[in-house]
């Protein structure tokens, strides 16, 4: 009878050991499901910026393939060219452009 007696006092401390260690994994839990919920947030807003720099780019590629003076005036900014019949004066300090082989 006293084997019962003190069986009868372990399940309620097991129940509650039980409780609390599953109330820790599920705050634990809560906490991480909150990180990665931000984590998601951020990668999508980078996503959608990304996407917003492809379809500019896009749209920059089709317009200097369909766009001649386009093109040319990429190709004055970017890469410093000047055509044939021009003349670049620079100032003290400046390098000057260098001069493309005529086109034939």
């Not at 009868?8 to 599953?22: D, E, G, K, N, T």
């Not at 109330?23 to 931000?38: D, E, H, I, K, Y």
């Not at 005036?73 to 000047?82: E, S």
Request: charged content about 25%.
């Amino acid at each position: 009878m006293a084997s019962t007696e003190r069986s009868r006092y372990w399940w309620p401390l097991i129940l509650v050991a039980v409780l609390v260690l599953c109330a820790l994994v599920l705050w634990r839990g809560a906490a991480n499901l909150s990180g990665m919920q931000q984590e998601l947030a951020q990668a999508r807003q980078a996503n959608a910026r990304l996407d917003q720099e492809n379809r500019a780019l896009y749209r920059q590629v089709q317009r200097l393939r369909q766009d001649k003076t386009a093109l040319e005036r990429a190709a004055r900014r970017d890469m410093g060219l000047v055509g044939d019949d021009e003349v670049v004066y620079t100032g003290p300090g400046k390098k000057a452009p260098a001069k493309t082989p005529p086109q034939k």
